[in-house]
């Protein structure tokens, strides 16, 4: 699998406990165009961590933060600061960050941040 600046993001905040004041992106060898995308997308959640947070607690019905396990709180984390950053249409951002928690967690997992980043994308970010 070819790693674009989605998957090296969720790598680097995965491997940074989620914190995102500790957020360095992991090595890489990104084309200049995916290099910049991941520093915005980094920079992004960085500066908007607890607005996002509060957005993922609002959303999540039934589940409080810290019960979201590991892979999906990294994707939902980044999934909706990408729906913030408005450099994707909303359907292939949920879409890409479904498929990265179904490599790193279960379908399951998928199914649950697909859920959260449809009802915050037609909720807080309508295209």
């Not at 996002?52 to 019905?61: A, G, Q, R």
């Not at 810290?66 to 949920?94: A, C, H, M």
């Not at 967690?105 to 295209?127: M, T, W």
């Amino acid at each position: 699998m070819k790693k674009d600046f989605r998957y090296i993001c969720f790598e680097s905040l995965f491997e940074s406990n989620l914190k995102t004041d500790e957020l360095i992106l992991i090595e890489n060898d990104l084309s200049e165009n995916q290099s910049l995308r991941a520093k915005q997308l980094s920079k992004q959640i960085t500066d908007n961590i607890e607005t996002i947070k509060n957005l993922i607690t609002k959303y999540s019905e039934n589940w409080t933060y810290e019960r979201i396990g590991k892979s999906e709180k990294t994707s939902l984390l980044l999934g909706i600061g990408e729906l913030q950053l408005k450099l994707s249409p909303n359907k292939v951002i949920i879409s890409e960050w479904t498929k990265l928690t179904d490599i790193h967690s279960s379908s399951d997992g998928a199914k649950f941040v697909n859920a959260i980043l449809d009802k915050i994308s037609k909720n807080e970010f309508i295209d």
